[in-house]
């Protein structure tokens, strides 16, 4: 979107003098003056996304606290969250609000100490090794199966569903896994190995559904718990490791919203572990959400509060990477579609959340509503993806041909 003119920008700006009111008359003049030149600073900002301060359209901000413009031009993304779980702005459409500024690529205007240091980290330390590899588990993954039922669909599919005929979240979801054993060809008694299983959706799909024997890899308890009750009866196993420690053969392997937590440094090594474990004339399906750009580390909010140590993969990372030990036969773009997933957990969770509200309190129901619906604005945005590869070990005899 263009650069707004002066004129055009100070008619955006209908409530200043409201926010102003709400700075204290006790405050001395010079804080008060740089609280204004923040207020300043941010509105000319979302002004180039048709965003206004105290507007009354759905994707506009509301403000509360007079330090709000300048948490966020000091911190970005994290003063952004953070002031949003601390109740210092509000917006009625956040996924909207999401949607336009990163169109209009106002997060690369926000250069922050937050995403300096973010980007360091990532490039200096292995923050997905061994030791760590377990923390998004724990924080994230365990805080209760009874919560993550209630939002997503009856498979328990945490990861994007595909929505290209679907019309509810659990058709989508269905589609989804029903894609990914076509994928890879499952035939009754193949052997199949998910990596990052989750509570097992795609173990039970492909056990019931295509006689597969299924063995799955997660770093949460909880879920290999629940998921081992859910598959009762049926040829799955839940390993509780990490994928560093597999071995064995498998005909047939899928990883599906797992990458995202591997990291740059350990590519190689997941890719080498991958192909020791499949066999040569196997299929390996490797679903992964993705960035557009290589070098953009992750956004510092969702790896402090949603998924610790968590990292996007570029397409040419990937590539880079995979080519080493494997062909690439099919890659898959649906992202879109992880828009339209991300807002029907968000449905859910709002109808369930006066179930949990005493559990988890109001702070934990505004880090994750700005969670859902932020992601929601990225995938709109275009500037996050969600791709399936199809990978084979030597090349598939005569070609492959990929299902839709």
């Known amino acids: 979107m263009e650069q707004a003119s002066s004129a055009e920008t100070s008619q955006r700006r209908p409530a200043r003098s409201g926010l102003g009111s709400r700075i204290p008359p006790h405050v001395p003049a010079a804080p008060r003056r740089k609280s204004r030149l923040a207020l300043d600073a941010v509105a000319d900002l979302l002004a180039e996304a048709d965003v206004r301060i105290d507007g009354d359209r759905p994707w506009d901000l509301r403000f509360h606290h007079p330090d709000t413009a300048e948490r966020i031009l000091a911190r970005g993304s994290l003063g952004?969250?953070?002031?949003?779980?601390?109740?210092?702005?509000?917006?009625?459409?956040?996924?909207?609000?999401?949607?336009?500024?990163?169109?209009?690529?106002?997060?690369?205007?926000?250069?922050?100490?937050?995403?300096?240091?973010a980007g360091l980290r990532a490039r200096l330390f292995n923050l997905q090794n061994m030791r760590r590899a377990w923390q998004v588990g724990q924080e994230h993954y365990d805080i209760g199966n009874?919560?993550?039922?209630?939002?997503?669909?009856?498979?328990?599919?945490?990861?994007?569903?595909?929505?290209?005929?679907?019309?509810t979240l659990e058709e989508a979801q269905t589609a989804k896994l029903d894609l990914i054993c076509r994928k890879l060809g499952l035939a009754p008694g193949m052997t199949l190995l998910d990596i990052g299983c989750g509570w097992g959706s795609l173990m039970r799909y492909a056990a019931r559904e295509y006689g597969a024997r299924c063995s799955g890899v997660t770093i949460s308890r909880e879920q290999a718990d629940y998921g081992?009750?859910?598959?009762?009866?049926?040829?799955?196993?839940?390993?509780?490791?990490?994928?560093?420690?597999l071995d064995g053969s498998f005909d047939r392997i899928a990883s599906v919203g797992m990458f995202e937590h591997v990291g740059q440094k350990n590519y190689r090594t997941y890719f080498e572990t991958a192909r020791r474990v499949l066999a040569d004339d196997g299929l390996f399906v490797l679903h992964t959400i993705g960035k557009n750009r290589r070098g953009v580390p992750t956004d510092p909010w969702i790896e402090r509060y949603i998924f610790p140590n968590g990292a996007l993969p570029s397409m040419g990372e990937i590539a880079d990477t995979a080519e080493e030990f494997f062909v690439v036969e099919d890659v898959h773009n649906f992202g879109a579609d992880y828009d339209r997933t991300l807002m029907a957990w968000h449905a859910n969770f709002e109808a369930a959340w006066p179930r949990f509200a005493e559990r988890y309190g109001e702070r934990?129901?505004?880090?994750?509503?700005?969670?859902?619906?932020?992601?929601?604005?990225?995938?709109?945005?275009?500037?996050?993806?969600?791709?399936?590869?199809?990978?084979?070990p030597k090349g598939t005899p005569g070609g492959y041909r990929c299902p839709r």
């Not at 209009?104 to 300096?116: F, G, R, S, Y």
């Not at 209630?150 to 569903?161: F, I, K, R, V």
């Not at 598959?231 to 490791?241: Q, R």
């Open 80 to 117: 952004l969250g953070q002031s949003y779980m601390d109740g210092w702005w509000d917006c009625d459409r956040l996924d909207e609000f999401f949607a336009r500024v990163l169109a209009a690529q106002l997060d690369e205007k926000v250069a922050n100490t937050a995403l300096i240091v």
């Open 146 to 167: 009874d919560f993550f039922e209630a939002m997503l669909d009856p498979h328990m599919a945490y990861t994007c569903g595909y929505w290209a005929e679907a019309q």
């Open 228 to 245: 081992a009750a859910l598959c009762e009866g049926l040829p799955v196993d839940f390993l509780l490791k990490d994928y560093r420690e």
């Open 364 to 392: 934990f129901y505004r880090m994750w509503r700005y969670y859902l619906l932020a992601c929601a604005g990225t995938f709109r945005a275009r500037t996050t993806q969600l791709w399936q590869f199809v990978l084979s």
